[in-house]
């Protein structure tokens, strides 16, 4: 198993940057996708962006292009999201997410079977 922990969310301005972190621990050598999902009230979870553990290749959703950067330290079993540039519609609860194999960011189906999810991290934009 592989147990994940966010940190990082909070309240900030339109305009304004935050930074998540997602540690990793457990079974993370099978972890071949590590991915940020949010979910706002009432809507489905979506993708947000996603990172290739193996060569650090990234994908984004059209929403955060430009303005998001997710990354990786491997040393430390960790995925960071950058955001910046953070509008009202980014509110809501932001998942880390690792699975097994790679999936199409936009198939929340294809994530739910076999992904591990972390508790999530609350971001308010106002």
């Known amino acids: 198993d592989v147990q994940l922990v966010e940190s990082g969310g909070g309240s900030v301005q339109a305009g304004g940057s935050l930074k998540l972190s997602c540690a990793a621990t457990?079974?993370?050598?099978?972890?071949?996708?590590m991915a940020w999902f949010r979910q706002a009230p009432g809507r489905e979870r979506e993708g947000v962006a996603r990172v290739r553990a193996a060569t650090g290749g990234t994908y984004y959703a059209d929403s955060v292009k430009g303005r998001f950067t997710i990354s990786q330290d491997k040393t430390t079993n960790t995925v960071f999201l950058q955001m910046n540039d953070l509008r009202p519609d980014d509110t809501g609860i932001y998942y880390c997410?690792?699975?097994?194999?790679?999936?199409?960011?936009?198939?929340?189906?294809?994530?739910?079977?076999?992904?591990?999810w972390g508790q999530g991290t609350q971001v308010t934009v106002s």
């Open positions: 457990g079974s993370t050598d099978s972890i071949q996708c």
């Open positions: 997410a690792h699975a097994p194999r790679c999936h199409v960011l936009s198939s929340l189906r294809a994530w739910n079977e076999d992904t591990y």
